[in-house]
Every structure is written in C-alpha cells, then in structure tokens.
C-alpha cells in the first residue's frame, strides 16, 4: 500500500479540486481528508456515513464545589487567565493541570472533553475516512492523525491511501505528512504561492518525503510561473504539470455535478496528465517532469 498526500503551503491553491481529481481517476483507493478544521472534501464525495465516533482530543479543568474552600489558589496561579471567581472558563482553560497541582483541598480535576468527530463513510469511489474539529479546539494534528489510523483499518487490498492534506505547515500538515510515501505540492502563481511552496518544500525534506509539484491557475501569471519552475529545478523538485485557469470547475462544483465531470473540463485534462506522473512515481519510482515549454 502506497500513500499519497496532496497538499500545499497555503490555502485556496486547488488542493481540493485536484484531490477530487485524482480520487476519479485512481483505481481502488481509500481516501482521508486531512483537512479536520475545515473539511470539504465531503461536499464532493457525497459520503454515506458507516462509524461515527467521538474525539476526546483536550482536556479541562472540572471543579467540585463541594471541596472547593474558596481559597483563590487556582486563580493566582493559572496563567491563561481561565478561572475568575473561582470558576473555571471553559474556553479559556488549556489543561495544563497547574490549577490541580495547586489546590489545597483536591477540588479540581482534569477530565477529557470532546472536541471533535471522526467519521468512516462509503462513496461512490470507496472507503472515506474524515473528522470535524469543533470551533476553536485544540488537538488538530492528533486528530489527523486519528483520520489517518481510521482510513489504514479500513483498508483491504486497495494500493492506494489518497489523502486531502490540510494547507500551511503547522501541526495538521506535519501529522499528514509524516510516513507517507509521497507528496503533491498544489502551487499558484502568485508571491504568495511561490513562498508557500518553499515552505511545505523544507517540510517535506525534513520528515525525508519525497515531492513533485504542479501549479494551477499558472495562466493568471506565466512570468509568476516560470519563477516557480526555476525554483523546482533550482531544488530538484519535479515539476508534473500546470493546469490552467478553468471557469467550469466552478459549475461543476455549483451545479453538484459527480467529480468524473472534473475531469471533462481543460483543468481536469491537466490534472489527468499530472496522474500519470504521479502514478509512476509512486508505484514505479520513475521520476518525470513535465515537457520544456513557456
């Protein structure tokens, strides 16, 4: 079994697009949305949802009035300013445990509380495994982790774990990353993009995955893209394909249309292309690059 992670330094490049992409045109697969703080994977896939179960991924401080002397220890001594009055502010709270250390009377407790989802569904194009991080909850690159172990139980035969990695560098992107077997870096032409894409590139030299990278929208700025493709081979970074600015891959997603009509459309075409790179690359370690052109 083979993984494959898209993803990218920033949001709004067309990761998800582009993963939706690759989910049609891949064989059997099962495919994990990495993205648990803003999921939309699901919007596309259209999943029937099988298991559903609960994300304990933070806990809070819990205090038992009866044992409680009123003696504002707690108070003094937590420094995310989440107990005044003596009552502990659950949005505030980190669960350092610090409060429970402290108190005289063993009043306070740390329990854990549920901040999330997570989610094993069918699709049209196989097994689904995805999660919804509660607004403002902490615990986001555990529980990408939590998607990734959810999708590898359910897997059978299928060569493929295709995964919608979340965008930036920070936890969820690490927690995606790491153990995979190859990542797509989706860029775009702007200065922005061409930063990003640095970014999420020493990403994946440190945790030792290999990339290729594609640029999308690369017509909004060809002099933006041909900076990027200097950079790739700058860092011997295979450049797989550039797709194209596409109006109709926003009619396809307004009008609910299946993902397979993606790839009817001119970006859908380059992303088909992008295909065959990566699957060679991933399932027959040749390394390609996309055709010398302006």
Same mark, same amino acid.
């Given at each position: 079994?083979?993984?494959? =992670?898209?993803?990218? &330094?920033? *949001?709004?490049? &067309?990761?998800? #697009? ?36 609960? $994300? ?31 009552? =502990?502010?659950?949005?505030?709270? @980190?669960?350092? *445990? ?7 009377? *063993? ?6 509380? #549920? ?9 049209? $194009? *196989? ?6 991080? @509660?607004?403002?909850? @902490?615990?986001?690159?555990?529980l990408v982790t939590e998607v990734r172990r959810n999708a590898e139980k359910i897997l059978q035969d299928e060569p493929l774990l295709l995964i919608d990695g979340p965008p930036g560098i920070g936890c969820p992107v690490i927690a995606s990353l790491t153990g995979t077997d190859l990542a797509l870096i989706v860029s775009e032409p702007s200065v922005s993009g ?36 200097? $950079?790739?081979?700058?860092?011997? =970074? ?14 396809? $997603? ?25 699957? @060679? ?14």
């Open positions: 079994m083979r993984q494959l =992670v898209i993803t990218s &330094g920033k *949001g709004g490049t &067309g990761k998800t #697009t582009v993963t939706a992409s690759l989910v049609a045109l891949a064989g059997e697969k099962v495919v994990a949305d990495a993205d648990v703080e803003a999921p939309n994977q699901h919007l596309l896939l259209n999943p029937q949802i099988m298991e559903k179960g609960e $994300y304990k991924g933070a806990k809070m401080a819990i205090k038992d009035p009866k044992k409680c002397e009123q003696c504002g220890k707690c108070e003094e001594y937590c420094r995310f300013n989440a107990i005044k009055d003596m009552e =502990v502010d659950p949005t505030g709270c @980190e669960g350092c *445990g610090v409060c429970v250390f402290v108190c005289p009377t *063993g009043a306070l407790r740390l329990e854990e509380v #549920t901040t999330g989802v997570t989610m094993v569904s069918k699709t049209d $194009y *196989g097994s689904f495994s995805h999660a919804l991080l @509660e607004i403002g909850a @902490e615990g986001s690159g555990k061409r930063h990003d894409l640095e970014r999420i590139h020493q990403v994946t030299q440190h945790f030792g995955v290999d990339a290729l990278a594609c640029i999308n929208k690369w017509d909004l700025s060809p002099e933006m893209s041909k900076d990027i493709k200097k $950079y790739c081979e700058d860092k011997g =970074v295979n450049l797989v394909g550039k797709i194209p600015f596409d109006p109709e891959v926003m009619d396809v $997603y307004k009008q609910g249309l299946p993902v397979e009509r993606l790839l009817k459309t001119k970006a859908g075409e380059a992303i088909e292309e992008i295909w065959d790179h990566v699957r @060679e690359h991933l399932f027959n370690n040749k390394k390609s690059n996309i055709k010398e052109e302006d």
